[in-house]
């Protein structure tokens, strides 16, 4: 069967230069991750394998995947890399099934020696996808090919995905990225602000990392905005004009993530948080942990093993047993009105400062 050149061969042009190790600044929030990058690009299939990175969005996910790429491609130009999001994976698949070329797109993905699969948590519902996704991954680990996967969460958190597929994600080396702190950030935006040729001195860029801590997409998108400022203005920038144009975070915690959900579930009936992760089974602490299992699955769309995981370990029955429970008692209009009022409560960016200790 003829197999469309472009298929056969990703040139890793399509990898994005820019995106390198050098330019990726570490701090002790990424750098094991950035380690384990560098190690999967020197030995690919040999070190980790494969690599599931997974955090928050704005925190390098991308970058590195890229990286990997590019620097694979100086170790050893032969090597095929690719790199494409799982959304991608899906749309090739669709058009190369609807085309009839499944098998170059197979060809393609599966001689592989490295692929880079971006954001898996996108991958479109539908078991063909998985399934195909499935298989490319034990063509790829079979022939010690590299993969390297990222995500928003972890693998065991990926909700809807087949078991097996997830136990593959986990059965390497499963690594994340925590947002920077503020030595980090400082580091970021002065390497950042010396490439842009912005001339901030410590005191604007110690300024700038102070009001923004979100990603580091956020931390960019403040210098663009200084430079941009810079170029229509030509006056120098001073520290009140920094002031001005990077205005502080709303320091909140979103988006909204299982803490935060047994944090206000367990303020609202007046329990203890560990008690809706303990076994405790009287009336109230068993309502509120039913009911905190509810949303969570309702509003982080979370798998059942994986909300039994988040409350002390239990089975994922009575997780389901939970659910159910909650969905059958949403009749009554008095109890929708309360887990409704919760769910609104929860819609909303909360202050920091409501931690658990
Ligand atoms: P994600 O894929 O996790 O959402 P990206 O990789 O797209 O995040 O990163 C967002 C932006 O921040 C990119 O421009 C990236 O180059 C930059 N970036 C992220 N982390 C770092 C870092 N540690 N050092 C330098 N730049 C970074
Ligand atoms: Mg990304």
């Known amino acids: 069967m003829p197999v ?9 042009l399509s990898l994005q230069a820019h995106y390198s190790f050098d330019r990726f600044i570490t701090g002790p929030e990424n ?20 690599l599931f990175i997974h955090g928050a969005v704005g925190l390098g996910k991308t970058h590195l995947l890229h990286a990997i790429g590019n620097a694979a491609y100086r170790f050893a130009p032969e090597k095929r890399i690719r790199y494409v999001t799982s ?54 680990y079979d022939g010690n090919r590299q993969i390297v996967l990222s995500s928003d969460r972890p693998p065991e958190e990926l909700a809807e995905l087949q078991d097996r597929l997830i136990s593959r994600f986990r059965g390497g080396m499963v690594t994340d990225i925590q947002p920077p702190q503020f030595e980090t950030r400082l580091a970021i935006l002065t390497a950042k602000a010396r490439e842009m040729e912005l001339g901030l001195d410590r005191e604007a860029l110690s300024l700038i990392a102070s009001r923004i801590n979100s990603s580091v997409r ?25 002031s001005e144009l990077v205005i502080p975070e709303p320091v909140t915690e979103w988006p909204l993530d299982v803490e935060r959900i047994k944090r206000e579930v367990a303020q609202e009936y ?69 887990i409704d009022r919760l769910k609104r409560k929860l819609q909303q960016p909360a202050p920091r400062s409501a931690q658990r200790a």
């Open 87 to 140: 959304e991608r994976f899906a749309i090739e698949l669709i058009s190369a099934i609807r085309g009839g070329h499944t098998e170059s797109f197979r060809q393609a993905f599966r001689t592989a020696d490295i692929l880079l699969i971006d954001d898996v948590h996108f991958l479109p519902k539908k078991e063909s996808f998985e399934e195909e996704l499935f298989h490319t991954f034990n063509a790829l």
């Open 218 to 242: 956020a931390l960019e998108g403040a210098l663009i905005r200084i430079s941009a400022y810079r170029e229509l203005q030509a006056s120098p920038v001073t520290i009140e004009r920094v």
């Open 4 to 12: 469309p050149l472009q298929e056969g061969r990703q040139s890793p």
């Open 31 to 50: 750098e094991l991750t950035a380690a384990a990058c560098q190690a999967a690009a020197a030995h690919p299939g040999r070190t980790y394998n494969p």
């Open 270 to 338: 007046g329990v203890e948080v560990t008690a809706l992760e303990g076994k405790k089974r009287d009336k109230l602490v068993t309502q509120a942990r039913h009911i905190a299992m509810y949303l969570v699955r309702d509003m982080l769309d979370r798998s059942y093993p994986a909300i039994g995981h988040e409350f002390g370990g239990r089975d994922h029955t009575s997780v389901m047993h939970a659910c159910r429970k909650v969905s059958d008692l949403l009749d009554t209009p008095l109890f929708r009105g309360e």
